[in-house]
């Protein structure tokens, strides 16, 4: 199975305070339960921020390969757009991105254990 996750952040290190402003997505690529890959982009759909409309969709062009942004804060109008756009949402109240990815693996592998596959 591969997930692909973005985390907003500022400073590459802690997750953003506000998903809207983040200056950087950090993307992690997850196969085989294990960090495939992670790298930073910058969000380059910050500078048309001042057109709502235009900055959420240049948002989803930007991550549209990713399968659940983890986040702290986000504005409903734009949190239902990226639902709507078949984004899972992962709110969390971590500060360090380390600890908000640690979490969702862990998460992730719990809920993948108690799938039963027997027929």
């Not at 960090?35 to 549209?64: G, P, W």
């Not at 409903?76 to 990226?82: G, I, Q």
């Not at 756009?85 to 600890?99: D, R």
Request: charged share 30%; glycine share 0%; aromatic share 6%.
């Amino acid at each position: 199975m591969k997930i692909k996750i973005a985390i907003p952040t500022d400073d590459k290190i802690n997750i953003s305070e506000n998903f809207d402003t983040s200056d950087f997505f950090k993307l992690i690529t997850i196969e085989n339960r294990e960090i495939a890959s992670e790298k930073f982009i910058r969000n380059s759909a910050i500078e048309s921020q001042k057109d709502s409309t235009n900055y959420i969709k240049q948002i989803i062009i930007l991550l549209n390969d990713c399968d659940y942004i983890i986040l702290k804060n986000i504005s409903a109008d734009v949190k239902k757009y990226l639902e709507e756009q078949n984004k899972n949402i992962v709110e969390t109240s971590e500060k360090i991105i380390t600890n908000a990815e640690l979490n969702f693996l862990t998460e992730l592998i719990r809920n993948e254990s108690n799938t039963c596959c027997c027929p």
